[in-house]
T-cell receptor, first 114, second 113 residues
Framework: DAGITQSPRHKVTETGTPVTLRCHQT?????MYWYRQDPGHGLRLIHY???????DKGEVSDGYSVSRSKTEDFLLTLESATSSQTSVYFC?????????????FGQGTRLTVV | AQSVTQLDSQVPVFEEAPVELRCNYS??????LFWYVQYPNQGLQLLLK??????LVKGINGFEAEFNKSQTSFHLRKPSVHISDTAEYFC???????????FGTGTRLTIIP
């Protein structure tokens, strides 16, 4: 299995509180992503990173921020959690070089905002 | 910018019947293509990928996909489905150059006994 882990795997938090989700990889892949998955919407990209300190917004970035201070860690922060951010969050990593490409997913974090 | 379209959000199929899940992409440059499967309450796992070479790619669990450059498609097929194939299937693309992973909205495959 690819070395990618998400923590925590489950979290319940109250509206208005900040929440940070962590994605850790041991594959040294350049790209890291945060997606949310909701019924009827598939996977929607929140933010992604293409290197240390290099990040960009995805299609549903409002209310979220990210940081990548090391190659192996990509943090997603909900600055002030809302009920609409109740979702399953997936981290992914990818690397393309020398005519090859691979992408792997974490196991997901189920976040409930009450 | 690249995009991926999965035309069918849900596909019901009788057990042991063949299935095709459609995926079309849009890109101005060459791409790498992927299919992922997500079983109920699980994460996503790689089914197969096309990087180069033969346009027919075989993956796990008897699935295969064919890359068609002229039609910008990468349809997933299985000749005979089983109940255990019930899952959501996602097509994805990585562009040569910007390397960002882009997903389709997914197709939910339901197998009817």
């Amino acid at each position: 299995d690819a070395g990618i882990t998400q923590s925590p795997r489950h979290k319940v938090t109250e509206t208005g509180t900040p929440v940070t989700l962590r994605c850790h990889q041991t594959e040294n892949h350049r790209y890291m992503y945060w997606y949310r998955q909701d019924p009827g919407h598939g996977l929607r990209l929140i933010h992604y990173s293409y290197g240390v300190k290099d990040t960009d917004k995805g299609e549903v970035s409002d209310g979220y921020s990210v940081s990548r201070s090391k190659t192996e860690d990509f943090l997603l922060t909900l600055e002030s959690a809302t009920s609409s951010q109740t979702s399953v969050y997936f981290c992914a990593i990818s690397e393309t070089s020398g005519g090859s490409s691979e992408a792997f997913f974490g196991q997901g974090t189920r976040l409930t905002v009450v | 910018a690249q995009s991926v379209t999965q035309l069918d959000s849900q596909v019901p199929v009788f057990e042991e019947a063949p299935v095709e899940l459609r995926c079309n992409y849009s890109s101005s440059v060459s791409v790498y293509l992927f299919w992922y499967v997500q079983y109920p309450n699980q994460g996503l796992q790689l089914l197969l990928k096309y990087l180069s070479g033969s346009t027919l790619v075989k993956g796990i669990n008897g699935f295969e996909a064919e890359f068609n450059k002229s039609q910008t498609s990468f349809h997933l097929r299985k000749p005979s489905v089983h109940i255990s194939d019930t899952a959501e299937y996602f097509c994805a693309v990585i562009n040569f150059g910007n390397e960002k992973l882009t997903f389709g909205t997914g197709t939910r495959l339901t197998i009817i006994p």
